[in-house]
Every structure is written in C-alpha cells, then in structure tokens.
C-alpha cells in the first residue's frame, strides 16, 4: 500500500491495532510475535504514509528489543528512518537502534549509514549512546566515501552539521566537530568535489549549507559546487537560492571573488521571484549579498527592498537587522563605484514605521 500511497485512515488505524495486540498478546520469544523483518516494513510502510499511531510505536519498540541482536543493518536504518518520518522519539526503539547499529557498524552500505545517521541527527537524540554512534558512522563512512552517492553525501553531511554549532570561519584542515567527524567532513567534501556534476540543485543547497554549518572551508568543493549551481540555478527553490549565497557569505571564503558566477545567477534568477520568498529567506538574501561584496546587483536590491515593505509586519527584528546590514553594505559599495541608491531609503522608511 504503501508503494501505491494508498492513505485509507480507516483502514491503517485498523492495521495499527491489528499489530499493536498481536505484540501485546503475543509470548514474544515464541511465536505470534511480529519478527524482525515484519517490525521493518511495518515502520517503512506507516512512516512513508505519514500514519501516526503511538500505540504501534510502542509495540514495534517493544519486539525491537527483544529481536535487537536479529535485526540487520537493513532494519535498522529503516526502524531509525521510520522515527525521523514520523518525528517519533520512541526511547526504547530508538536506544535499540543506536547501541545495535553501533554493535554492526562494518555491515552498514552508504544508503543505510547515510538514512541512519540523517534520522538520529533529525530526532536531535543526545546521550551517551547517540555519541557513540556518530564516532561510528563517522568512522565508517570515511572508508565508504567513494561507493556514496550525491544524496547520500549531502544527507551525511546535513546531519553532522546539525551537530555542530555556529558558522564561525575556520581555516582549510579544521572544523567544529570532533577529529573523527572533521576529517569524515574534510574527506566528504573532497569527493563531493569530484562529483558536484552529480548533485542536483536540492543537494548542493543542503551540501554547501552543511558545509557551512560545519564550519568546512573546504576551497575545491566551493568551486566546484558554486560551478554547477550556477548552471542549474532554475532549478533552486527560493529556500536553495538563499541557501547558497548564504553558506558562501558566512564561511567567508579567500577564494570568493572566483564564484561571482554563480552570485550574479542567483541575483538575476532569484530578482523576478522574490514574492516567492518567505520573510527569513529575503532578509537572509539582502545579508548574504551585503557580505559578499563581490557582485553588485542594483535591481535586486530595489527588488528586495519593494517586497519587504510588503511583509514588513512579518520581519523580525533579526530579519529587520540582516536586511539593513545588507542595504548599508550595498549602498557603501555603490557610492564607492559612482552608482545610486538602489532601495536603501525605502529600507530605511520602513525600519522607522517598525520602530
């Protein structure tokens, strides 16, 4: 059903029950209970139809731990996948996945590890057990690189830069996390700078902001992700445009001047679409472009400046503070190269209403 996306309610609550008291009346080191690859699939299945039932969580958990040592790399990033999907922080399933999965780390292929390490860094599970994972994948996939794919090595990224903090700049060599995650990081971002031609838009937002995030100045996969961004640049939703601009500006790289390509695609593609972006987004562009400094891009500017007086109720006042940033940086660079203001009055009218 689920491959069909068939979301009868009725139907999967029915269901839910159903194996919810096969598990309750079940003697579960007998037979009757569900097995391991029932628990898998049952979890797949209700997370891809988006089907909440703590009860039958309760109950996959349960036989989880009992079956723990049966479950295979397989099951696991599914169980784990599953949680993430339905946003389910089961405890007891959820410690069966991080210490089982620890236990089998060497058997994980780059889909799993990746699925995995995604679901655990969604949930934000803290704790011993969860530590011990990251050290694990961080370990494992750093031999695996090669065999990822760009989903999964932006995916594998996005979720350990989740569990860093901050975008403070750090030299090439050094990140924010621990040795084993920063070198993982470093290696990841040296083969995704091998096969960027392979990402799609989606992926390279969520990989350079990942990078970003992890505090990766990492100067060959900025290149060559800013390279194949500004060819796919009609593809970005406005998040991914933001996305993009924003992950180059805070990591302030030596080398940015080099990516002005992919800046002035980003500007000439996002200025006809800017109604599209959420308030965060548009103050967060103004921002990323006044940091930049490299491209000076005039009607997006009045573009930005014309939408914001329309959601201006909706700015907050780090919204409010970026956008101005943004304004003063761009008017600075315009007065130096003879141009004219470009919005920065109508920025500043309405900062005054704001106030």
């Not at 403070?168 to 040795?179: A, I, K, M, S």
Request: proline letters at 2%.
């Amino acid at each position: 059903m689920a491959r069909l996306a068939c979301r009868d309610a009725p139907t999967l609550q029915s269901i839910a029950k159903h194996a919810a008291a096969l598990n309750q009346q079940a003697d579960f080191r007998g037979s009757g209970g569900l097995g391991r690859l029932e628990i898998s699939k049952l979890a797949w299945a209700f997370a891809s139809l988006e089907v909440h039932d703590s009860n039958f969580m309760e109950g996959l958990a349960r036989q989880a731990a009992i079956l723990q040592r049966e479950l295979t790399q397989q099951d696991l990033s599914n169980l784990a996948w599953a949680c993430a999907k339905l946003l389910a922080s089961n405890s007891v399933l959820l410690k069966v996945v991080s210490e089982e999965s620890v236990n089998k780390i060497k058997g994980f292929k780059p889909q799993e590890l990746a699925n995995l390490i995604w679901a655990v860094s969604t949930l934000q599970l803290q704790g011993q057990a969860s530590e011990n994972l990251f050290r694990a994948v961080a370990s494992e996939a750093t031999m695996k690189l090669r065999s990822f794919k760009a989903q999964e090595l932006a995916n594998l990224a996005w979720a350990f830069a989740k569990r860093s903090h901050g975008f403070q700049p750090q030299p090439q060599g050094q990140t924010g996390l621990g040795v084993g995650a920063s070198e993982m990081l470093l290696a990841l971002a040296e083969q995704a700078s091998k096969a960027a031609h392979e990402f799609k838009a989606q992926e390279l937002s969520s990989l350079v902001w990942a990078l970003a995030a992890a505090r990766v100045n990492h100067q060959a996969v900025l290149k060559a992700v800013g390279q194949q961004a500004a060819a796919k640049v009609r593809d970005f939703t406005s998040q991914g445009l933001s996305n993009i601009v924003q992950a180059y500006a805070k990591l302030d790289a030596s080398h940015v001047g080099e990516q002005a390509g992919v800046f002035r695609a980003v500007a000439q593609h996002a200025t006809p679409r800017l109604s599209q972006f959420k308030p965060e987004e548009l103050s967060m562009l103004s921002w990323s472009f006044g940091k930049l400094a490299v491209v000076f891009e005039p009607e997006l500017f009045r573009g930005i400046a014309a939408q914001a007086t329309k959601i201006s109720a909706k700015l907050t006042p780090q919204g409010i503070s970026n956008l101005l940033y943004g304004f003063a940086k761009a008017d600075s660079g315009a007065s130096a190269a003879g141009g004219r203001s470009h919005g920065a009055c109508r920025v500043r009218r309405l900062v005054r209403r704001r106030l």
